[in-house]
Each structure stands twice: as structure tokens, then as C-alpha cells.
């Protein structure tokens, strides 16, 4: 298919483009910018006056559902909704059931989201068998299926020796572990920060040292092995120290932050809200201000939307009870947008905590726009706004901490390997 794609405020926080041009696709690719190739003619044609043209969102966490709890959100649910997001790629973590342990079931995951519409998938293999950290998988063999890192998701690593010995292969080979830094016995059966709220209510709590005491670990182990590691989803102030003064120090370690952890904060579980009862758990309005400071400064990498739906009697308990997590996809873009506004950045510096950097974590050909380059592009109305309900989510998972709220900007067309994916009946 050729796309045309006319009058559009084209930004590449990559290159610096920041521009309104005209954007030309044929066979997957984009093939010009500003002026028509030769004997171009378009199949389809997008008026993108007063719209931003943008890399596709590239996502970190996603969780698809699949196999194993399709009774959450099926795999083509999910992948839809993060084309409504302007979402292009997406890394979906080993937590399903059975885990991404196998190559058998990774090539299964990698066939399913092929043939299916939606974003280009990259699973992220399990570092150990069933993910009870004893026993590491045959990484080389999971990579070979597809798998661009390895993780343990949010199942506990509580043996340091299997983590040693996991980062010293890793090392060897070349293969990315990301790492969600929490100690098992400090966060065991937490449910909330260890703050106010904790205090008021009498909820059990996880501590701050649950994150930093396991970040201590493992940055100690990076400075031995060299490994290259990815510390997923931040949530205080005291980590994000830790990593600056590990990046300061040269380590080899990225990290990212959920998007919901950049505007939420310990306060918003005070009306027992099991929305916002997340992993890790929302900390203090301390420890958030210190997330989007680190955000901007780049000691935090990148944004994450966290994506995990939850079916509606998982939520409704009491909050000690409900399922962790919350859906993500189709807000990551208008709460990126709303955090950059609240810090007075521009478009293109919010963009490139979603697109540029996080693809190159994934280390993908993706989020950035450019002459033979993959066509994978977001196209946002950023004056527009919409609000957030059951109606509105097109992820299974209605589970949102922002039911009722009003957000910036709305995705209108997400192109995907050249092909006009996602088309929103606003547009």
C-alpha cells in the first residue's frame, strides 16, 4: 500500500524534525518526506492539518494476557487497543501461563501476534524455569525463538547465587536481563507504600528498602559481571539516587518508570481505590516529584504504560484483596503529554521518552521517522481531549486509576509496517 500523508506536523525527537511536511510510504517503508518521490501514487490519502506526526509509541510492558488468562484480555484485544494508543511495538513480559519458558511457546506468542493486527510484538523471555528463580532457562535458545531479554516479571529472585550466575551468562552471550528490583521478604504481602496511608489505615506496606536493598544487589553484581541490565518500573526517590550515581559511575543499566507512578501518588489509595492497587506500590508525593525530576534529567530512561487489564471481580474487593495493576496503553501518550506540560517541555522531549529511548532498550529498528525507515508512525491530535471510561478504553481491562478524568490528546491514526492499523472514528 501507498500512503500519503499530507499537512502534518512531523516531529522525530531522534533527528530533530520538527517540521510540517508532507509523508510518503510504499512497501513497509517511508520513502520521502517534504516532496514527492517519482511516479508516487498514493492508494490512501490522510489529511493530518493541525495534527502531529509522530514515531510510533514504543512500550516496554504490556501485558497481553496470553496464554493463560484469556479470562483477563485476549492477546487481540490487547494489541488493538495499543494500536488505539499509536502504540507500534511492544514488549510483553514472561508472566503468563506457563511463562515464556520454552521456545515452543515463544515462537507460538510471536506467530499469534504476526498474524494479528496490531503492534510488533517482542517477548521477553523468563530468566528462570516457571519463574521460581532456581533454576536458569536456555537463554540462548529462548533468543534464537525471539526473545529480545530476560526477566523475571515481578515473580521474586531470591537466591543472589542463580542472579550471579544469570548475569555471567548474560554477560557472555550478550543478552539484556531486566530486572524489577524488590525484595521478596521486605514487600511479602505489602499492599501499599509504608507511609501515611499504611499508618492511617492499618494496610500491610512495603517499604522503600524492598526497592533499594534488591537495586543494591543487583548493581553490585552489574559492577562485577558488567552485565547489561534494565531496572524496571522505579518508585522512589532513594532508587533513583542509587541509579544516578550507578550511571555516574559508568554501569551498563537503563530504567524506566510506569506512567502511572509519574502522576499518582500513596494519597490516591487513601479512598480505597483498588485502581490504584499497583506493583510496585504508589509511594509518597516525595518519592512521584523525584520520578518526573529524574524523568527529565534522563536518569530515568524512559516511560512505560505497565499495561496489565484485569477483569472487573478481580477489582471489585476490598483493596487488600483486588488483583494488582492497571491498564496503560491508550493512556501512555496523553499522560506523557500531560506530564511534559506540567514540566513546561515540548512535544518532541515527551515523545522521546516513549519512542527513541525506549527502542533503543529494546534494541529495535523503531521510534524514529526517516527515509528507509520502518513506516511505523503515531498520528495525534494534541489539542484534543477525551474522557476516560468504560466506553472509551477499548482494552478489555476497564481497570483505571483515571475513570472520569479528562486527557490530552487523542491518537486519530497509527500506521504499522506501512499499513493505516488503527483509523479513530473521531478523526
Not at 97 to 103: S, T
Not at 397 to 404: D, E, I, T, V
Amino acid at each position: 500500500m501507498k500512503i500519503c500523508i499530507r499537512n502534518g506536523r512531523v516531529i522525530d525527537p531522534a533527528s530533530g524534525l520538527d517540521a510540517v511536511q508532507d509523508v510518503y510510504i510504499a512497501a513497509g517503508k517511508v520513502v520521502a518526506l517534504g516532496a514527492a518521490p517519482a511516479d508516487f501514487h498514493a492508494n490512501c490519502e490522510v489529511d493530518a492539518t493541525g495534527l502531529v506526526v509522530a514515531p510510533g509509541l514504543v512500550d516496554l510492558s504490556v501485558r497481553l494476557r496470553e496464554p493463560g488468562f484469556e479470562y483477563m484480555a485476549t492477546l487481540e484485544s490487547e494489541m488493538h487497543a495499543a494500536a488505539v494508543g499509536g502504540i507500534t511495538s511492544l514488549a510483553c513480559p514472561p508472566d503468563t501461563d506457563p511463562p515464556l519458558d520454552e521456545p515452543g511457546l515463544v515462537e507460538m506468542l510471536k506467530f499469534r501476534a504476526k498474524n494479528s493486527p496490531g503492534p510488533r510484538v517482542y517477548p521477553v523471555g523468563a530468566l528462570t524455569w516457571k519463574l521460581k528463580g532456581e533454576r536458569l532457562t536456555e537463554m540462548a535458545e529462548l533468543s534464537e525463538a525471539g526473545c529480545v531479554a530476560f526477566s523475571q516479571a515481578d515473580a521474586p529472585m531470591v537466591d543472589t547465587m542463580v542472579l550471579l550466575r544469570a548475569m555471567e551468562y548474560a554477560y557472555t552471550f550478550g543478552f539484556p536481563l531486566w530486572l524489577r528490583p524488590q525484595d521478596y521478604h521486605l514487600a511479602k504481602d505489602g499492599v501499599v507504600h509504608d507511609g501515611i496511608v499504611s499508618a492511617r489505615y492499618g494496610l500491610p506496606a512495603i517499604p522503600v528498602p524492598a526497592e533499594t536493598v534488591a537495586l543494591q544487589t543487583i548493581l553490585l553484581l552489574v559492577r562485577e559481571t558488567r552485565a547489561r541490565v534494565h531496572l524496571c518500573r522505579l518508585s522512589s526517590r532513594a532508587g533513583v539516587e542509587m541509579v544516578r550515581r550507578a550511571k555516574a559511575d559508568g554501569l551498563p543499566v537503563t530504567c524506566d518508570v510506569g506512567i502511572h507512578h509519574v502522576h499518582l501518588s500513596e494519597l490516591d489509595t487513601a479512598d480505597f481505590n483498588a485502581h490504584c492497587h499497583l506493583v510496585p506500590p504508589l509511594r509518597s508525593q516525595r518519592d512521584r516529584d523525584a520520578l518526573r525530576a529524574a524523568l527529565e534529567d534522563g536518569t530515568i530512561d524512559c516511560i512505560c504504560s505497565d499495561h496489565a487489564p484485569v477483569d472487573a471481580n478481580a477489582k471489585e474487593k476490598p483493596f487488600q484483596e483486588a488483583e494488582a495493576g492497571a491498564t496503560g496503553v491508550e493512556l501512555l501518550l496523553p499522560l506523557t503529554l500531560k506530564w511534559a506540560a506540567e514540566r513546561g517541555l515540548g512535544l518532541a522531549d515527551a515523545l522521546d521518552r516513549v519512542t527513541r529511548r525506549p527502542a533503543a532498550i529494546l534494541g529495535v529498528d523503531a521510534g524514529r521517522i526517516g527515509v528507509g525507515r520502518p513506516a511505523d508512525l503515531c498520528i495525534f491530535d494534541p489539542a484534543a481531549s477525551w474522557t476516560v471510561s468504560g466506553k472509551t478504553l477499548a482494552s478489555l481491562g476497564k481497570n483505571s486509576p483515571y475513570l472520569g478524568m479528562e486527557m490530552p490528546g487523542r491518537v486519530r491514526y497509527t500506521v504499522i509496517d506501512g499499513h493505516l492499523d488503527y483509523r479513530s472514528n473521531h478523526a
